[in-house]
């Protein structure tokens, strides 16, 4: 004859249904556990996936910037180039962004490059008054300055979301969760403090 549940003592019905509730239980953890660390790390590649849409946008300004100043810097060559190059060197390095740690740090270090070329290029053009008044650099000059702010904005996302991510892979139980599911600490955006400004030079501002 069956038994049912109706039929078991009080202490017989602990002994079937308490290791069924903490299993459940256990489920419900590792389920909330688990999804909490996929959202993070969803969160943390959307933010990054920001950082590289501003990144490319500065890119595509680069070149409508180069020819622009090639006909008033003509003896400004090793400065021309050195912003080619570097542009290169950041587009080909955020073509091979996967969200992985080194990734971001080659694309953090190139983006850096770009920067600092830049830099040099605004430099120098102070130097040319003829092109400081020119309407087109000075287009592509606001424009690379919204870039840039577009990009620190986004970059201080990143680095918000790699914090939270870094905070639930570090601190148990996430820990446990994340070794067993292969959640790993993501690595923050770094960059040099004198060059993080660097596009903000205004080209049509002094004398």
């Keep these: 004859m069956?038994?049912?549940?109706?039929?078991?003592?009080?202490?017989?019905?602990?002994v079937v249904v308490l290791?069924?509730?903490?299993?459940?239980?256990l489920v419900?953890?590792?389920?909330?556990?688990?999804?909490?660390l996929a959202i993070a790390r969803v969160r943390m590649r959307n933010a990054l996936s920001q950082i590289d849409?501003?990144?490319?946008?500065?890119?595509d300004l680069v070149p409508n910037l180069v020819e622009t100043v090639r006909g008033y810097m003509e003896h400004e060559?090793?400065?021309?180039?050195?912003?080619?190059?570097?542009?290169?060197?950041?587009?080909?390095?955020?073509?091979?962004?996967?969200?992985?740690g080194m990734a971001v740090r080659a694309l953090a270090?190139?983006?850096?490059?770009?920067?600092?070329?830049?830099h040099a290029l605004f430099a120098r053009a102070e130097a040319y008054p003829d092109l400081?008044?020119?309407?087109?650099?000075?287009?592509?000059?606001?424009?690379?300055?919204?870039?840039?702010?577009?990009?620190?904005?986004?970059?201080?996302a990143f680095n918000d979301a790699v914090m939270r991510m870094n905070e639930r892979v570090a601190t148990f139980p996430g820990n446990l969760v994340a070794g067993l599911f292969g959640f790993?600490?993501?690595?923050?955006?770094?960059?040099?403090?004198?060059?993080?400004?660097?596009?903000?030079?205004?080209l049509g501002a002094g004398a």
Excluded: C
């Design 28 to 36: 419900i953890v590792l389920a909330g556990l688990y999804n909490g």
């Design 132 to 156: 400081k008044a020119n309407a087109v650099m000075q287009n592509l000059q606001e424009e690379l300055v919204t870039t840039e702010n577009r990009v620190a904005f986004a970059r201080q």
């Design 77 to 100: 060559r090793a400065t021309l180039h050195a912003v080619i190059q570097a542009r290169a060197a950041a587009v080909e390095a955020a073509d091979g962004l996967r969200g992985g």
């Design 19 to 25: 290791p069924i509730a903490v299993a459940l239980l």
């Design 109 to 118: 270090a190139a983006s850096a490059n770009l920067d600092g070329a830049l």
């Design 53 to 59: 849409v501003q990144l490319r946008r500065r890119h």
């Design 2 to 14: 069956p038994v049912t549940l109706a039929a078991l003592t009080t202490r017989e019905l602990a």
């Design 184 to 202: 790993e600490a993501a690595e923050p955006w770094q960059t040099e403090a004198d060059t993080r400004a660097v596009p903000g030079v205004r």
